[in-house]
């Protein structure tokens, strides 16, 4: 029952069930925080008005090519009154959309970068934003870029009713076992409404090895603390290895739709640990600048309510559990859940000086590091290939809770560093 009311929250909110929210509601307690968040996002009272707030989202997708959330987010500008000329690409768009490309780009790919003077550029500029305004715009590209991550990583397919969308997908793997469609979204097969992931093979041992590294650890717990150069010297090692960890380098040529909403389209992630100028950016560390302690606040302060809501689907897609993985009941999944949390955050640079990142190389195997890497930095490249390589004795909805796990962790990143920026240019 609960599920079926969220659809038919989702329902009102969309015109439609998409296929996203159907894929979500595996983990209904989560989506419902998430439609919640969005529904406050795209169509409450808030700082900017409706076309503005669709056309941003549009924006967002088009830094990872992600066609199938721009497509929704199209037909929902043009319900909300807006110039069906801007569909034509960011060429005619008014100025002040124009002058925030910078930062989508930049939060989008390398938020590190992201600076106080990007703020002030924006907030004292000819066509200047207010605090509130950029603030609200800033949440919802990024939760389009981590809602990109989630589309890709889950392979979902488009709409029945646009122009790739079907209901009995064709083969869709070519001898390369890359997607042999245009369609970024031609990953999963939906029959009769039901949405099907790629099918996974079995894959004997490998999870009953991750339970007893997951048991080994928690055992270990009492054992005497780590020193501060301890843990600085296993951060040190998480960020080199994933700098060292290849995804697809055969990138998809974005079509024609996509590029007319993106600037500068070959600016991509780099590995933060290759950064060039590693003295003017150094880690990001979270016991100075925390979401629990300062990024909350500050999202609340600056958009009524955002930050709460935010909060609470964080906390949902970090401590969600059944206390399951594959067949086994009763298993504290809270190590694994941390380890990839975590392991995102290093890729982005931010380290958490309480956590032992030993424990990220010894329960994410390098070929889920690379899955991970990909889906979160590169969504765009993944392949069947890359999902059916890992977590093969998991279910679906595990997988799904994964790629959630990847996009709230994701989503919190980015914030960090651009709600850090907003504060040293109001301080």
């Known amino acids: 029952m609960h599920t079926k009311l969220l659809f038919m929250d989702a329902f009102i909110q969309n015109n439609r069930v998409p296929n996203i929210i159907q894929l979500m509601s595996y983990h209904p307690d989560y989506l419902d925080c998430f439609l919640k968040t969005q529904h406050y996002l795209l169509h409450e009272d808030g700082p900017l008005p409706f076309d503005y707030r669709h056309y941003i989202a549009i924006m967002a997708c088009g830094r990872h090519q992600c066609s199938y959330l721009i497509k929704l987010q199209a037909q929902e500008f043009l319900l909300h009154g807006g110039n069906a000329d801007w569909l034509k690409g960011i060429d005619y768009i008014p100025q002040k959309l124009k002058d925030f490309l910078e930062i989508n780009k930049i939060l989008a790919h390398r938020p590190w970068l992201i600076t106080k003077e990007h703020v002030e550029k924006l907030i004292t500029g000819k066509n200047r934003w207010s605090l509130s305004e950029l603030t609200h715009a800033i949440i919802l590209c990024t939760h389009f870029?981590?809602?990109?991550?989630?589309?890709?990583?889950?392979?979902?397919?488009?709409?029945?009713?646009?122009?790739?969308?079907?209901?009995?997908?064709?083969?869709?793997?070519?001898?390369?076992?890359?997607?042999?469609?245009?369609?970024?979204?031609?990953?999963?097969?939906?029959?009769?409404?039901?949405?099907?992931?790629?099918?996974?093979?079995?894959?004997?041992?490998?999870?009953?090895?991750?339970?007893?590294?997951?048991?080994?650890?928690?055992?270990?717990?009492?054992?005497?603390?780590?020193?501060?150069?301890?843990?600085?010297?296993?951060?040190?090692?998480?960020?080199?290895?994933?700098?060292?960890?290849?995804?697809?380098?055969?990138?998809?040529?974005?079509?024609?739709?996509?590029?007319?909403?993106?600037?500068?389209?070959?600016?991509?992630?780099?590995?933060?640990?290759?950064?060039?100028?590693?003295?003017?950016?150094?880690?990001?560390?979270?016991?100075?600048?925390?979401?629990?302690?300062?990024?909350?606040?500050?999202?609340?302060?600056?958009?009524?309510?955002?930050?709460?809501?935010?909060?609470?689907?964080?906390?949902?897609?970090?401590?969600?559990?059944?206390?399951?993985?594959?067949?086994?009941?009763?298993?504290?999944?809270?190590?694994?859940?941390?380890?990839i949390w975590s392991y995102i955050h290093t890729m982005y640079g931010i380290r958490h000086d309480d956590y032992k990142y030993g424990e990220v190389n010894q329960l994410l195997e390098r070929n889920l590091k690379a899955y991970i890497k990909t889906v979160t930095c590169y969504p765009e490249r993944l392949t069947k290939k890359d999902y059916d390589g890992v977590m093969r004795e998991f279910k679906h909805s595990e997988k799904v809770h994964v790629n959630l796990m990847l996009l709230e962790a994701r989503l919190q990143a980015e914030l960090l560093y651009a709600l850090r920026a907003i504060m040293k240019y109001m301080t």
């Open 145 to 339: 870029h981590a809602l990109s991550t989630f589309v890709f990583g889950c392979g979902l397919n488009d709409e029945i009713d646009f122009a790739n969308g079907h209901t009995f997908s064709p083969s869709y793997v070519d001898d390369n076992d890359n997607y042999s469609s245009d369609s970024s979204n031609d990953n999963c097969d939906i029959n009769n409404n039901n949405i099907v992931l790629f099918q996974s093979k079995d894959d004997e041992g490998s999870l009953r090895a991750l339970m007893a590294r997951m048991k080994e650890l928690s055992e270990k717990k009492e054992e005497e603390e780590l020193t501060v150069e301890e843990r600085l010297k296993e951060f040190a090692k998480v960020e080199s290895l994933s700098a060292e960890i290849a995804t697809s380098q055969k990138i998809p040529s974005p079509s024609a739709d996509v590029l007319r909403y993106v600037e500068d389209p070959t600016f991509a992630y780099t590995d933060f640990a290759t950064r060039e100028s590693v003295m003017e950016i150094p880690s990001f560390r979270a016991n100075e600048y925390s979401w629990e302690e300062h990024g909350f606040s500050l999202a609340n302060r600056l958009y009524s309510d955002i930050g709460s809501l935010l909060d609470d689907k964080f906390n949902m897609a970090y401590n969600l559990t059944y206390y399951t993985m594959g067949d086994n009941t009763q298993v504290d999944t809270s190590s694994f859940r941390k380890a």
